[in-house]
C-alpha cells in the first residue's frame, strides 16, 4: 500500500514517516510539502491513504479540497492539533475518510490509517452523533412539528440554541427547574429528537432560513444572535 504524508511542517512530516516507515505495513511513503506535490506525479505512483496535516483549521480544508479534486479516488486522513466535532464534520463532508488529533498515540495512527485503507472511515463518536443528529433533524422536523410549540416552549428551545443548562435556562425565564426540565422534555417529544444539540439544529434551521411557525414569539427570535 503506497502511503503520502503531506505537512508543512518538516519536522514533523520527516518524523511521521520516519515512525511509519518502521511499521513495516506501507509498501512506500511519498512525503509531500503540500497537496499540489502531487500534480506533478504520475498515476502509478499516486497514494491510496493519504495523511493531510493542518496545523491551520482553514488552510487544511482548502488543502483537502484541493486533494479531493487532484486524487478523487485517494482517501484522506486529516491531521489536526486540537480537532473540535464541528471541524470533524467540515472534514467529513469535504470528503475526508478520516479525522483524529496529533495529540493521537502512534499505535493509533496507525490503526487509524490501516482501516481507512481498508474502507473503513475514522472519525471520533462525537462526530458522528452530531451528522446523526443533523440528518434525523433535518429529515423530521416540519412545519407541522413546530408549529405544535407553545411560545414558552420557542423561549426554551432558543436558550438550548444557545447552550443554556435546564438550570440556566429556568433562572433566565424565572421558573423552576422542574419547570424547564419538563418543557425541554416536551420539545424533544414534539420535535423528535433526544439531545439539546439536534434541538437546536431544529432551532437554527427554521428560524436562521426565516420560516419559522408563526408563533414564535419575537423574544425567542431575540435570545440568539443569528449571523
Known amino acids: 500500500m503506497k502511503l503520502g504524508v ?5 519536522l514533523f512530516r520527516k518524523t511521521l ?9 506501507f509498501d512506500s511513503i511519498i512525503e ?5 506535490d502531487l500534480a506533478s506525479r504520475s498515476d502509478k505512483s499516486q497514494p491510496l491513504v493519504l495523511i493531510l496535516h493542518a496545523s491551520d483549521a482553514p488552510a487544511g480544508i482548502e488543502s483537502l479540497n ?10 484522506v486522513l486529516f491531521l489536526a492539533d486540537e480537532p473540535d466535532e464541528e471541524l470533524g464534520v467540515q472534514v467529513l463532508e469535504a470528503g475526508a475518510w478520516g479525522c483524529m488529533s496529533t495529540g493521537e498515540s502512534p499505535e493509533v495512527l496507525v490503526k487509524a490509517v490501516s482501516k481507512v485503507a481498508a474502507g473503513e472511515r475514522w472519525f471520533a463518536h462525537r462526530v458522528t452523533d452530531t451528522v446523526i443528529d443533523r440528518f434525523m433533524a433535518g429529515r423530521r422536523i416540519s412545519p ?8 414558552r416552549e ?10 443554556y443548562s435546564d438550570k440556566e435556562v429556568a433562572s433566565s425565564l424565572f421558573i423552576s427547574r422542574e419547570t424547564a426540565r419538563s418543557h425541554v422534555k416536551s420539545i424533544y417529544k414534539k420535535l423528535q429528537v433526544s439531545t439539546r444539540r439536534a434541538a437546536a439544529v431544529c432551532y437554527f434551521k427554521h428560524v436562521r432560513n426565516k420560516s419559522g411557525p408563526s408563533n414564535v414569539p419575537p423574544e425567542a ?5 443569528i449571523v
Open 17 to 25: 514517516c520516519a515512525f511509519l516507515t518502521g511499521a513495516g505495513i
Open 144 to 151: 407541522t412539528i413546530t408549529d405544535s410549540l407553545t411560545p
Open 154 to 163: 420557542w423561549e426554551v428551545l432558543a436558550l438550548i440554541a444557545q447552550g
Open 221 to 225: 427570535i431575540g435570545i440568539v444572535d
Open 66 to 75: 484541493q486533494l479531493c479534486y487532484l486524487l478523487p479516488e485517494a482517501r
Open 32 to 36: 509531500l510539502d503540500n497537496v499540489m
Open 6 to 10: 503531506a505537512s508543512p511542517r518538516v
